[in-house]
């Protein structure tokens, strides 16, 4: 074998600029698509690592999230403190905390930018703790109805001054003060969203007892499924309809992850198109190798090597041109992943982050020897084939 | 040497190496194809969401609430309607409201959408009953329909398990409405799965006082629908007190905005594809590095004979652009018919409208000349290598 390897880099080692291409060609497909498959795992795990962070004992009740891409805006039947109450009576649950989220406005110094303004009760922020913490002041609490907490990005990034605890601010033309301003949370939704207690935002926008979402938190975690079903019974009956999503964490994160994994995949095909170009470029070479080594192959037949020797000789080195593009591409795609991973977190905010981990390094490894080898079968064969005489006489 | 006579030599060349050529046209193929059907994608999804519009006509404006959760930043009502409409350059406003709301038909509850419409001005503004609507059976709402409905052939044939026809009684949020007619199926989604009712008699029903969720103006014969637009924003930020919470539109920006999402769409699945490209590239300049190598003492012969450099440069870049364009005209029939099946499983798994392909004729331009220029550019160094070659070595080798 090693026999083989050190033959196969001489014969390469021979035709410079066509191994290097021929690498080239598996180099930038290979690293095309672990870059791409890094972005997929880095958002899968920070996904997942939020949602576990929330703790197995919570369900979410939402509106349906995919309403109106295209066609009239259209409204949703939001939940009532009648719908809260309901859910709050069913067994086996410890607490309801419901949400008001809607879109708004928020100015300061004469400017106005788009923000989120999320209404919840303050102790909906002790269950979140993972989720919000300060960075500067304190929480509203829930007699505060003028008092407001901003999101990282609405603090830091909005205005051309960061916005101060104790200054005032315009939601929705209405004054609010800033009493703290929350750590970035990762996601650009809740880092541009600002935070006042249930009765705050419901008021803001004259909006009685309207509640976006609820949480529900469990008794245990094992009561978790069945109180699902129960809420989504109960709500059903209640609203006429399932015109609502009831998801525990745990179904949310796989329903999340199984999302990416989905569009990681897609976007991994696509550029993984290129490795199959890469193969097709290889098997090129290796057909050209072959016929300028038809001597050299008459010369090996005819002082003994086997049919299967002339095989292997071939297939290891197409497996080691595989493998040289694979190592070389998943450097480059590791560094491409780093690159993306800075821009992300610049643009996108800190949850953004991409990983390679050991099954995608051994993945792309032997993903490339494969290609190399699957490229190399034909022109090994021809090699094999050969009739020792014709192959002496080849000029 | 005529063009011809380059191109006639390419071609004998490359056929010398048949299987070679092949490979090195297949990459090109596969780098094209993939491009061809990813951009077809996004090609295809702006062009529906065009003729969407259009047929709405382009003298109307769009206002409409920023929304999230199905809930809005602001509330529009009648009241600003009215005030849109005394708007200079207005010619009439039509509200609407629509609502994801509660339908029993028979034993069954569904959640529908319901567009709550004023009949007659839904006809001139909004389309319903007119272009892109066509009735299949019944008639469309009149005035003083109250709880009547027109439905969508989604909502007739596929929503509940039973069929719903004219003269059926659908309850509405617990009110009944008889369906006076069937709208065909215009093979998109959203106006297939809708019912159409009276505005007034939706709001009541869902107890939303005089709630709209979209405003449609439409603009005078001959005023300046960008000027109208903009007094109306003027307007509203004056009755809302910011404007970033609603937007005013015109069907351009409409198109522009949900373009701008289909191009990012476009870019990503495109500059994917395109990487293939690039690999089939770098098959091209690998084939002709060999061609060159291997005819090293053809180009000795050649420039012994007078050929000038420029003469050896054409020969190997025609050999490297014929590859290219070769490649690329395959791929452009390829990724047509995988944009065509992408078409046919979309509207079969997805749903009609779901997601459309279309290759224009400027993509083909387009792929036709990418895959010259890569073939080209591909070309280049190795040509340059044959130039290089010193006669005198060249025969030798």
Do not use: C
Request: charge should be neutral; aromatic fraction near 8%; charged fraction near 20%.
């Amino acid at each position: 074998m090693i026999e083989e390897v050190n033959y196969a880099f001489r014969n390469m080692a021979e035709a410079k600029l066509r191994t290097v291409l021929t690498v080239l060609g598996i180099v930038i497909g290979i690293a095309i698509v672990v870059a791409m498959l890094a972005i997929g795992e880095g958002m899968r795990v920070s996904i997942t690592e939020q949602l576990d962070a929330l703790g197995g004992d919570k369900i979410i009740v939402t509106p349906p999230q995919a309403f109106a891409l295209r066609g009239a805006p259209t409204e949703f039947k939001p939940f009532t403190s009648a719908d809260l109450r309901a859910v709050k009576n069913l067994p086996s649950v410890k607490d309801v905390l419901p949400m008001f989220y809607r879109p708004g406005t928020i100015e300061y110094r004469g400017k106005s930018r788009e923000i989120y303004v999320m209404g919840v009760e303050s102790r909906g922020v002790d269950y979140f703790r993972q989720f919000y913490s300060l960075r500067e002041g304190r929480f509203f609490t829930d007699r505060e109805l003028r008092s407001v907490d901003l999101g990282y990005r609405v603090a830091e990034k909005f205005f051309d001054e960061r916005v101060r605890v104790g200054e005032r601010v315009k939601i929705n033309q209405r004054s609010f003060e800033v009493v703290g301003v929350l750590e970035e949370i990762g996601n650009p939704e809740d880092d541009s969203s600002v935070y006042m207690t249930l009765k705050a935002a419901q008021d803001l926008y004259d909006a009685g007892d309207e509640i976006t979402m609820l949480w529900v938190i469990a008794e245990n975690e094992a009561a978790v499924r069945t109180l699902a079903k129960k809420i989504e019974n109960t709500l059903e009956k209640r609203r006429g309809g399932r015109d609502f999503e009831v998801l525990t964490t745990e179904q949310l994160a796989e329903q999340v992850s199984t999302v990416v994994t989905i569009v990681t995949f897609v976007l991994g095909g696509i550029a993984g198109i290129s490795i199959l170009v890469g193969g097709v470029i290889i098997m090129n070479t290796m057909l050209t190798s072959v016929l300028e080594r038809t001597r050299e192959i008459g010369v090996l037949k005819a002082t003994g090597a086997s049919n299967a020797q002339v095989l292997r000789i071939f297939l290891v080195e197409s497996a080691l041109i595989g493998a040289v593009g694979g190592v070389l591409g998943l450097l480059l795609g590791t560094g491409l992943s780093r690159a993306i991973e800075v821009a992300g977190q610049v643009y996108i905010g800190s949850s953004f982050i991409t990983i390679v981990d050991v099954e995608l390094v051994t993945g792309a490894l032997v993903f490339s020897v494969l290609v190399g080898m699957v490229s190399g079968i034909y022109p090994a064969y021809r090699a094999a084939k050969l009739d020792p005489i014709e192959a002496l006489r080849y000029e | 040497m005529a063009v011809l006579d380059y191109l006639i030599f390419s071609l004998r060349n490359l056929s010398h190496h048949k299987l070679r050529s092949f490979l090195t046209l297949l990459g090109v193929i596969i780098g094209i194809m993939a491009v061809v059907s990813m951009i077809s994608i996004g090609s295809g999804m702006k062009a529906s969401l065009k003729e969407q519009l259009e047929q709405l006509g382009s003298d109307k404006v769009f206002i409409l609430p920023r929304m999230a959760y199905g809930t809005a930043a602001v509330t529009l009502s009648d009241d600003d309607a009215d005030a849109v409409a005394r708007v200079p350059g207005v010619a009439f406003v039509s509200p609407l409201y629509s609502v994801a709301g509660d339908v029993a038909y028979r034993n069954e509850r569904k959640i529908v959408k319901i567009y709550g419409v004023d009949p007659e001005k839904a006809e001139a503004t909004f389309g319903a009953g007119a272009s892109g609507y066509q009735l299949l059976k019944g008639r469309w709402l009149q005035r003083g329909d109250v709880y009547k409905a027109v439905i969508g052939y989604g909502v007739h044939d596929d929503v509940f398990s039973r069929d719903i026809n004219v003269g059926s009684v659908l309850r509405i949020h617990g009110v009944e409405f008889q369906v006076v007619g069937v709208f065909k199926k215009t093979g998109d989604r959203e106006k297939d799965y809708t019912i159409y009712a009276n505005l007034d008699a939706v709001r009541e029903i869902f107890g939303v006082g005089d709630r709209v969720t979209l405003i449609i103006a439409r603009v005078d014969k001959g005023a300046d629908i960008e000027e109208v637009r903009q007094r109306i924003e003027r307007l509203l930020e004056d009755r809302k007190g910011s404007k970033e919470n609603f937007f005013v539109m015109t069907q351009k920006e409409i198109i522009e905005r949900v373009g701008e999402a289909y191009r990012v769409v476009q870019v990503v699945f495109g500059g994917l594809a395109a990487v293939s490209l690039i690999v089939g590239a770098v098959g091209i300049a690998n084939t002709m590095v060999m061609n060159v190598t291997e005819r090293t003492r053809e180009i000795g012969v050649l420039k012994a004979t007078g050929a000038s450099n420029a003469q050896v440069l054409r020969i190997f870049l025609t050999d490297a652009a014929i590859l290219g364009v070769a490649g690329g005209a395959a791929g452009i029939a390829l990724g047509y018919l995988i944009s065509l099946s992408i078409n046919m499983a979309a509207a079969r798994y997805l749903g009609e409208g779901m997601l459309t392909t279309a290759v224009t004729p400027e993509l083909v331009v387009f792929a036709l000349g990418f895959s010259l220029i890569i073939g080209v550019v591909a070309g280049i160094y190795p040509a340059y290598r044959a130039v290089r070659l010193d006669p005198v070595e060249a025969l030798r080798g």
